[in-house]
């Protein structure tokens, strides 16, 4: 089990946590971001970079494709033969973690707090379906855009540091 790490004032304002964060945001609100993800939420497969590049009818693939290594470069997406399957908070890849949309359609996410953050990323309300990580206990729960729903009451959300040697994304599940 890993240690817990617990870091004092001084020692967070150093990681800089806004900073990063107002840039991944500002990455993530790009035409090409934004593609990726609704196609993603449409699809809920590995999207194809050439549909990438037809859905944002840019005259060159070759912008698009440098847009995409670098939302890859940011660890936003992630890039595989041809193909983009992961799209935070979005796997193509089956995961613990399924986020139920309103009209039936479920799609898998990386982790606890993508499904959290599915709501108000989609503005509506989900279903989450998860196991308990320590005992294997199916949770179910409703999430709206204002945060978890009544019958939430009770579950908890551990957040733990991943290992340096673990990679990327889904592999780190």
């Known amino acids: 089990m890993a240690g817990l790490v617990i870091l004092t004032?001084?020692?967070l304002m150093t990681l800089d946590v806004e900073?990063?964060?107002?840039?991944r945001r500002s990455a993530r609100?790009?035409?090409?971001?934004?593609?990726?993800?609704?196609?993603f939420l449409d699809r809920g497969e590995p999207v194809p970079v050439r549909d990438i590049a037809a859905a944002l009818s840019r005259d060159f693939a070759d912008a698009v494709h440098d847009a995409l290594?670098?939302?890859?470069?940011q660890d936003l997406i992630r890039m595989s033969d041809g193909h983009v399957d992961l799209a935070y908070?979005?796997?193509?890849?089956?995961?613990?973690?399924?986020?139920?949309?309103?009209?039936?359609?479920e799609r898998y996410v990386c982790c606890a707090v993508d499904a959290l953050g599915a709501a108000p990323m989609v503005g509506e309300a989900v279903e989450?379906?998860?196991?308990?990580?320590?005992?294997?206990t199916p949770l179910q729960f409703a999430v709206t855009p204002e945060g978890p729903a009544a019958g939430s009451a009770g579950l908890m959300l551990w957040v733990g540091k991943r290992p340096e040697e673990r990679c990327r994304g889904i592999d780190a599940l």
């Open 29 to 39: 609100e790009t035409s090409t971001a934004t593609c990726v993800l609704q196609m």
């Open 128 to 136: 989450i379906h998860a196991r308990c990580h320590h005992s294997g």
């Open 89 to 105: 908070p979005f796997s193509a890849s089956p995961t613990p973690f399924v986020v139920r949309l309103r009209d039936g359609r």
């Open 9 to 11: 004032a001084d020692q």
């Open 69 to 73: 290594v670098e939302l890859d470069d």
């Open 19 to 23: 900073g990063r964060g107002r840039a």
